[in-house]
């Protein structure tokens, strides 16, 4: 079969995909087709078709793309014309379109199927000329101002402020392009000594990035990749934060992602743009270990891979280790800030954590067998000649760099340090006088003790090693060994039963820990040490006591915690979810611990001490302290289970409710909306459960202000999980009740993302509480015709509402009633479907009877609401004694019954309203004097 012959049987194919709605293989067979294809015609037939494709599955971009190349093989084509015209309009390229569609009007000047698109692209791009216009002048005026230097400097700052705001707008950033400013800005940061100038140039290139990939490939080209690197390259964090966000917007755009934490990328848009994102992140790697870039610059390049090459996002780990990145890493890795060699790089107090994250995070992505044996070879390879060389430089960066392993990829780390020979010379040079090599022996040791297996090998190798360099006159080793004498203490964990030193020993650890974490002097490194120390100390419940009592301990370490350095994360974190009581419990059943027992197993024990009420005093202590802002400061790592231990304690302290409000007031809802979104399923439980319990006693008005109103729904619903708890589905129903009740806004929000089903497998629950808290968010939520339209529908959702209205639950029933009384007044259809529910007349009983006055006017105000709907329903409830029910509650003569008695009033005025009862007299009751039955129905005694 020729290859011409085989294309058209594909093509064929791809018709009859296309035809039955399988687009996504209909654009699998167009491609193969035009691979085959060799002759002009056909190639541009099957491009075309493609776009059509791609039209309806919402590519419209790659849509453009297949029309353009179909154009260029034959020139003229109305049917590319015009399919590239609709896709243009949906990129809201209106101008392109416009000219499309006038250029297939030229071709078929009596083509009806065109007037509709020009009768609605000529408006727009008539009112887009005259705003081009208006944006041309302005965007002309700011540039004059901005890049002229003799300009007085506020004047200039505000045009080039205002430049950012227009290059927002996606009219205002075409014109910048057009309009050349962007090769000015590439001259101006040549020269720019103000660096609120300088820094705004940057935005707007990330700006005019933000909008399309045409506006970021001219950029690209334009500026060229060194520039970016240029710019990220500096010693002023805000500078390098503004340029890493720029390069991050542009893998966004380029791939389709957002800035958003649970974005996802386009995989057609990552494929079309597979050389520039390769480009991009090979560059950021080739420049991990580049000499002459600053520390920050090198925190925010590895922090941007970290970002982008895990399997959820842009999926580059394993091409990361192909070219030399983890080398590149692990060279990182083993420098040192405070002991410089001939090779050193500029690094920060951060730069090792994050290359140790980041080291973790590609052998995540690691997910087969021979993946992993490349990334543990490229590993040996940075190892081999370091191992061989006498140089005792080589020895203390093959040992830090063995270290960083161990805190990030763990497994690899035990692997290496496993292998015969590394142990006994990370001890060899704990027990050397080089102060330098120590300080490294110590470190590893510390990161060596991870498992209880690897404690008691060190314990019994290296505990007198420590105990003698603790002793050591200089205070970096001093603190280094006593760090690793705590975590050789705390290899027991919280089992209260297990005590590795002598009786008493933590809590003399714990005061050494203090003593350097207070020394006089502002040495971070000490600190940073004492409070790593405190954090496997503090799995003792006495010494969790000692340090909250501690004023100016806690100080300090809520300090460290607000500068943000990585490097004390895990101390400072790990030290306030101990105190918290906030890591994993392994839930034992009671038959388990008979049967252990029985079996003569170890059996832990929990400690006095960590009893809820001396921990939720320590939660209130620490909550006081002002923890939260420490939480936040420390919140920017890109570590996965630094940010679950984050959300841990923030859930904790939310736990108490008095804290709540000060962990808004602190910045902890941004945090934690962000944390709910990605990370571990763990990590974002607690903190979606704590955003939950601030939405519960703080109005969501004050506690999620503008868009994070939103934002925070996602995470409430998802904890509307079966294997979420009872109680996390109940204070997440709260939430989303509170939330429903803000505005409209919120309420779409929960229908767009599948709330409403959520929600309705709660009102089915036998556990009273769940089923009470879901009635009362359909409540709220019935107060969008969205809901009503949901309740319209062909289901039973009215039918159970009605069933709920008769609950023995007081606040079920008054939730359920109320959210039937909302629907009813909205919709007919909702009328007529009470009565779907076989019990609707004994629901709508108990509700008229009901001794609660709350219950019973919602009651009266669905049968009002039924009454005026139409004719029937009303003649439906007449029917039967509700009749009598509503003469008997008009003549209540409680005072507190004035409303209900109105609203009786108001429903029998409906009922006479059809003619379905008459009024005998001029009083607002009916006239039954003359003996004639009052059931009246079109004018007509009603013999029953």
Known sequence: MSASIEASELKEKGNEAFKNGDYE????????????????????????????????RGGYQQAVNDCSKSLELTPADPKALFRRSQAYENLERYEEAYVDAREVLKLEPTNKVLQPTLERLYPIVQQRAKENAQISTKIDSMTKLTFDPTTDREKRETAMNNLLVLAREKIGSEIILKTGVLHKIKQLVKVEKNRVIFICAIRIVGELCKHSVENTKVVLKDLGLPWFLEMIDSEDSNQVNVAEHCMQTILNTLSGMENKADTKPNKELCETHKFQIDTLLSCLVYSINNHTISGLARDAIIELLIRNIHYTTLSWAERLVEIGGVQRLMECASELEEYKFESSLSITSSTRTIA???????????????????????IQEFMAPKLLSPDIEAKVRLTAAITALLRGPLDVGNTIISKEGILEMILAMANSEDVVQQRVACECIIAAASKHDKAKAIISQGANILKKLYKSPEPGISIRALVGLCKLASCGGSDASIKPFQEGSALKLAEACR????????????????????????????????????????????????????????????????????????????EMLQLAEFAKQHIPQEHELDDPDFVTKRIIILGNASVASALVGLSKTESQNAKELISRVFNALCSVPELRGSVVQQGGVKVLISQALTGTDKGKRHAAQALSRIGITINPEVAFPGQRSLEVIRPLLNLLHQDCTALENFEALLALCNIAQMNESARQRIIKEGGIAKIDHYLFEDHLMLQRAAAQVITNLSMSPDVVKIYEGENDRMKYLVILCADEDLETSLAASGAVAILTSSSEKCCAKVFD????????????????????????????????????????????????????????????????????????????????????????????????????????????
């Not at 087709?33 to 541009?44: F, Q, T, V």
């Open 515 to 590: 003593r350097f974490l207070l020394r006089p002097g502002n040495d971070n490194d000490l600190r940073k040490w004492s409070a790593e120390g405190l954090s496997y100390l503090t799995l003792d419940a006495e010494v969790k006591e000692k340090l909250v009592e501690d004023k100016a301990a806690l100080q300090v370490l809520i300090d460290l915690g607000k500068s943000g350095d990585q490097s004390v994360l895990y101390g400072v974190v790990t030290t306030l979810v101990n105190l918290c009581n906030a890591y994993e419990k392994q839930e034992v059943l009671p």
């Open 25 to 56: 293989n209909a654009i699998a067979l167009y491609t193969s087709a035009i691979k085959l294809s060799s002759e002009d015609g056909d190639k541009a037939v099957y491009l075309k078709n493609r776009a059509a494709a791609h039209l309806k």
């Open 837 to 944: 529910s076989t019990s609707w007349l004994e629901s709508l009983q108990v509700l008229l009877a009901n001794p609660n006055s709350n219950l019973q006017y919602r009651g009266l105000a669905i049968v009002k609401n039924m009454m005026e709907s139409s004719k029937d329903v009303a003649a439906k409830l007449i029917e039967t004694n509700v009749l009598e029910i509503l003469m008997a509650l008009t003549k209540a003569e409680d005072d507190n019954k004035v409303k209900v008695r109105q609203a009786a009033d108001d429903a029998l005025k409906s009922a006479e309203k059809w003619g379905v009862i008459q009024k005998r007299d001029d009083s607002n009751r009916l006239d039954t004097s003359q003996g004639i039955d009052p059931f009246v129905q079109d004018g007509e005694v009603n013999e029953d």
């Open 356 to 378: 140790a994250v980041c080291l973790g995070r590609v052998f995540e992505n690691m997910y087969y067998d021979k993946a992993k044996e490349a990334f543990l070879e490229k």
